[in-house]
């Protein structure tokens, strides 16, 4: 019985992934460790930290892949790693982890862009892709708009011109006293929001009605910022909390206040989602919309971007709950598919280095 497959290494930032896959694209065995735990109480990613963290934590997830049954060092065909971009310590670990396999294992390495994992992480496990689609790119690092012409053919026609939409949450929920990462903080306190009824914060849409397809989030964390001045909730002296601290020890009126920001923001969001999206499926007029990253976890950036999509006329496609976020499935992915196309993009193991920013 043969499993043929490729191992795959994901250190970016606060994620620490490995995963085997089939040369057909399925998932063999995968582990992920999330290690934003490191980061919480400092309310945002700690580059030297995340490092640390990686290589204290590749022991681990290298004999957890290594002790599954369903396949075995020698039958892999390739090693592909995460090249860039993303923090150079993180990045440095799996590099050269992944040379130090592919050396030892005598396999050819594959070095893989972060984002162009992102893109494709909708397809694992599903049939083939088809293109061309436009994508949203929602990461803590990244907030794109791509056409996908194919693999490797990508044309970036938006951008943020400050903050990634990721960093933005982030800096939401550090505001209002809350734990790294962020974005799971605000979705919950905003779903709770409108489940008890509680309005939302009005906040201004950066870059309304504007003939861009760029995105601005600076201007909408200052405004939640002045916001939660005026309104009693920002206190940089307190030492940050979870979602469940906060929800046994807060009064109504200090809850209610908070759900109302949450929600305000989280809308806010989804606005200014609705305004770009809706641009983009009109001007290229592809059959296809995709989001991907981490905050396409987001329930209301799922929600409205699925309905979105069925008013247009467009198939919408999100990748599963576990590959929103960094995982090594995605770098998998990737490589399988630039190996199916006959370029290896085979680099000797010792000229190969990490990229902290993306090539373009
Ligand atoms: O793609 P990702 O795992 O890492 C990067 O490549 O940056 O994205 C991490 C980001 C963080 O900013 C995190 O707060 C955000 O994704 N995130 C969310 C949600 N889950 C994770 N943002 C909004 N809503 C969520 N449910
Ligand atoms: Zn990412």
Known sequence: ???????????????????VMAYHGRVLTEKTLNLSYQHSKFGGVVPE????????????????????????????????????????GSLLVGVTYAKTL????????????????????GFIGQPAPRFPFSALVISGGHT??????GVNQYTVFGRTTDDSVGEAFDKTAKILGFVYPGGPVIDR?????????????????PLRGRDTFDFSFSGLKTAVLYHAKDAGLYHPERELITVEDFLAQSDTDILNRTLSVARGFQET????????????????????????????ANSAVRKLTAQLAERLGVNFRCPEMKYCGDNAAMIGYIARLYM????MLTETPDILNAEPSAAG
């Open 144 to 149: 794109l708009l791509v056409n996908v012409e």
């Open 1 to 19: 019985r043969s499993c043929a497959g490729e191992y795959h290494i994901e250190f970016n930032g606060v994620c620490h992934s490995g995963c």
């Open 189 to 205: 306190l905003a779903v709770l929001a409108c489940e008890r009824g509680i309005p939302p914060v009005k906040f201004p849409v």
């Open 269 to 296: 969001i989804a606005v200014i989602f609705e305004e770009r999206i809706t641009q983009t499926i009109r001007a290229s007029r592809v059959k296809e919309f995709h989001i991907c990253g981490g905050v396409a």
């Open 49 to 88: 930290i995340a490092g640390r963290g990686h290589l204290a934590a590749f022991k681990e997830l290298l004999t957890n892949i290594l002790q599954s049954p369903v396949f075995s060092p020698k039958q892999l065909q390739a090693i592909a790693v995460t090249r860039s971009p993303g923090l150079i």
């Open 102 to 121: 592919a050396w030892v294992y005598e396999k050819p390495l594959i070095a893989v862009d972060h984002i162009e994992g992102h893109l494709f992480s």
């Open 340 to 343: 199916q196309k006959g370029f």
